[in-house]
């Protein structure tokens, strides 16, 4: 399921609702290949948002609802100067504590999707999800 909407703002807001199974992901990829050519963002800018993305969404499919049945849903908002992302779930959340962690937590076996968000993002927030639920990874890219 996908939306789109203008923000307050006189930003656009494109907002995606994919079933939390790896397969699934691509399609967050090509929103955001299509977002690329609303502004045109430079190839290193749209690799690195992909990267970025994909470890966000790859986080929700991994740990949010272990064997049962659930769903990512994925906003993007475009302003004038730059890409808000939001992942969000309301699988069983995580520790936010632990996912920003220092090397320890960044070296463990797939400990390091948010130290590479970090990396790529001028901003990262990480919080619970939904209603409180699960968890939710915003993270922002001037342009």
Not at 43 to 64: G, I, P, Y
Not at 80 to 100: H, K, Y
Not at 105 to 112: K, N, T, V
């Amino acid at each position: 399921m996908s939306d789109y909407a203008v923000a307050s703002d006189g930003g656009r807001v494109v907002r995606l609702t994919i079933p939390a199974k790896p397969e699934y992901i691509t399609l967050s990829r090509l929103a955001l290949s299509g977002l690329s050519r609303v502004r045109a963002f430079p190839e290193d800018t749209l690799a690195d948002l992909k990267l970025a993305l994909t470890e966000a969404c790859s986080n929700s499919v991994r740990h949010a609802y272990e064997d049962d049945e659930g769903h990512v849903d994925i906003s993007f908002e475009l302003l004038d100067d730059r890409l808000i992302v939001e992942v969000a779930d309301d699988g069983s959340g995580f520790e936010p504590a632990a996912a920003g962690g220092g090397v320890d937590a960044e070296l463990s076996e797939g400990g390091l999707g948010i130290a590479i968000i970090r990396s790529i993002a001028d901003e990262v927030e990480i919080g619970d999800g939904p209603g409180g639920r699960g968890s939710r990874l915003r993270f922002v890219k001037l342009l």
